[in-house]
């Protein structure tokens, strides 16, 4: 399966806990893009790197939120001290550069804070 | 004011029937546009980008009206399998912007 592959496929964990996610993008896409997404909304972006350059952060990401992505391909996503309202569907997509925004997205990660 | 707004539906549609979502934003900078379809518990999925002359793709039409500011998709002849929610999606300097969706349920 040559897609966008994200671990864990569920996330289960108590307010306060960090959690981190993982996602390998297509390989060949140089940008990478992480969402979040709540029932009946769109998906929201948090942020994107080219590379293994953060190029873009949301206002919205607070600082508990830190995304990396050292050698260009995979990308981690750390939540420290989760909240209840960080519980929400996690998307990676990826793209390449030129396309103007014709991005494929993994599975997601689905966090649960209790 | 949301960036990106659509009418959240749902739309409830019999088979072989026509159908338009709409969709207004917010950004004069907005550069490239796209409609996503997305079911129920799946990723979104790229369902066409939208140029500015319009552009078809089998029943799929999409419009773009810049100085409106505002995205149209059309779907012709439905069928239970465009049941989905539909994502109009803006780019506005590498910052993609989601609408909320529409959602459509194409009946028998």
């Known amino acids: 399966d040559t897609g966008v592959s994200q671990d864990p496929r569920h996330k289960i964990t108590k307010r306060g806990q960090n959690v981190t996610f993982r996602c390998d993008p297509i390989?060949?896409?140089?940008?990478l893009y992480w969402y979040r997404q709540t029932l009946g909304q769109g998906p929201e972006f948090l942020t994107y790197?080219?590379?293994?350059?953060?190029?873009?952060k949301s206002r919205l990401l607070s600082d508990r939120f830190s995304a990396e992505r050292p050698k260009g391909s995979f990308s981690t996503l750390e939540i420290q001290r989760t909240e209840q309202g960080d519980s929400a569907m996690y998307l990676c997509?990826?793209?390449?550069?030129?396309?103007?925004?014709?991005?494929?997205f993994g599975p997601g990660t689905r966090l649960t804070v209790t | 004011r949301k960036e990106v707004e659509q009418d959240p539906g749902p739309f409830n549609v019999p088979e072989g029937a026509t159908v338009a979502f709409n969709c207004t934003y917010s950004?004069?900078?907005?550069?490239?546009f796209f409609w996503y379809r997305q079911d129920c518990r799946k990723e979104p999925k790229l369902l066409m980008s939208?140029?500015?002359s319009g552009n078809e793709d089998g029943r799929f039409t999409a419009q773009l009206n810049r100085a409106s500011q505002y995205i149209s998709l059309l779907i012709r002849d439905s069928k239970l399998s465009d049941s989905a929610t539909y994502l109009c999606?803006?780019?506005?300097?590498?910052?993609?912007?989601f609408g909320a969706g529409t959602r459509l349920t194409v009946k028998p």
């Open positions: 997509a990826s793209s390449l550069a030129w396309t103007g925004g014709e991005q494929y």
């Open positions: 390989s060949e896409h140089n940008r």
């Open positions: 790197f080219q590379n293994e350059a953060q190029l873009e």
């Open positions: 950004n004069s900078a907005s550069q490239s």
């Open positions: 939208v140029y500015s």
């Open positions: 999606v803006v780019n506005v300097f590498n910052d993609m912007r």
